[in-house]
């Protein structure tokens, strides 16, 4: 006669005691994971709540209310973006603002790209090269600003006096409305080339060069080899140069602010440069904060415009 002993009941493969102590080290180490997790992210965390998503809530939270820094606020709702969607002034801005990203942006790009891609080939001196390129972008702006203000005088400036050799009248560079722009522009190309430059040489730099080596066997020219496998591999660091390059010329202040103070008749009154004098010369803050969200959400449209544009056109290398 057989006896039938009845198995003990299981959760999860373990008898029931050993499952139950198993299910609670699984949840203290998930909880213990957990926490170190959230103490390595706390210092970063920590400086996106305090320096970016708190002020951009206070700014939020301004543009709702009529303010002069001085007195009690005075909710407004909507009044404030009702009036800045019919101001003549702050479409000027954004125009201006506009004109000065498409007047920067290709032209610092494209001159980068070529210096890095001349600094890229084995040369003499190319380490030196690289740091006089870089030394602009080390220099504060404000002091660069003062400096090309000079370079620039109509009268005095060394721009004139080289086109006077050779018989050319310069303009008034900075006090005219057509060439102010271009030139305040200039400035800022001139300044960040060299940094932007550093990013596309580390780019360049991370291609493999066996890809080179096979094009070259197959009889492939120089600009083919470009277009079909440097551009290509080169597409996450034009990616970031773009996003970063885009948001800083939507942010553009001190060159205007040194050089021209939105003038001449507002040619270059950028929208960062209006939202100062709103806020702090004519002590409108609440008006100024909408302005704020408005820039705030053209950057943010730009940006995932160029996340989309990029998400599906870009290699990632890793060999």
């Known amino acids: 006669m057989s006896v039938r002993t009845r198995p003990p009941s299981t959760s999860g493969g373990y008898p029931t005691r050993q499952g139950a102590r198993a299910r609670k080290s699984a949840r203290r180490h998930a909880w213990r994971a957990a926490v170190e997790g959230y103490l390595l992210i706390a210092p970063s965390l920590a400086g996106f709540v305090i320096f970016l998503l708190a002020p951009l809530l206070g700014v ?4 709702l209310f009529d303010w002069n820094l001085m007195g009690d606020p005075e909710f407004v709702g909507l009044r404030n973006y009702t009036e800045m969607a019919g101001d003549s002034e702050f479409w000027r801005s954004l125009r201006n603002t506009v004109y000065y990203v498409v007047l920067n942006i290709p032209a610092q790009t494209v001159l980068a790209l070529l210096l890095a891609l001349a600094l890229n080939r084995r040369m ?12 602009p972008w080390m220099a504060m702006p404000v002091a660069l600003g003062i400096v090309w203000t000079w370079v620039f005088d109509p009268e005095y400036g060394a721009i004139n006096k080289m086109l006077g050799v050779f018989g050319i009248d310069g303009p008034d560079w900075l006090t005219d409305s057509g060439w102010a722009m271009p030139v305040v522009a200039s400035v800022n190309i001139w300044q960040y ?30 600009v083919r080899t470009f277009f079909q496998i440097t551009l290509p ?17 939507f942010q553009m202040f001190d060159t205007v602010y040194v050089m021209t103070q939105g003038g001449p008749g507002g040619a270059t009154d950028t929208l960062t440069f209006h939202i100062y004098q709103q806020g702090f010369q004519l002590f409108r803050s609440g008006y100024a904060a909408a302005m704020a969200m408005a820039l705030f959400a053209l950057i943010l449209l730009v940006t995932a415009a160029q996340f989309l544009y990029f998400r599906k056109r870009t290699i990632y290398d890793f060999s």
């Open 60 to 63: 939020a939270l301004v543009s």
């Open 233 to 249: 591999l080169l597409r996450p660091s034009l990616f970031f140069v773009l996003v970063t390059n885009t948001i800083g010329s």
């Open 124 to 135: 003499r001196g190319r380490n030196l090269f690289r740091v006089i390129y870089v030394l």
């Open 193 to 222: 080339t060299g940094y932007t430059m550093l990013f596309l040489l580390a780019g360049l730099q991370s291609i493999p060069v066996s890809l080179y080596e096979a094009a070259n066997v197959d009889g492939s020219g120089p």
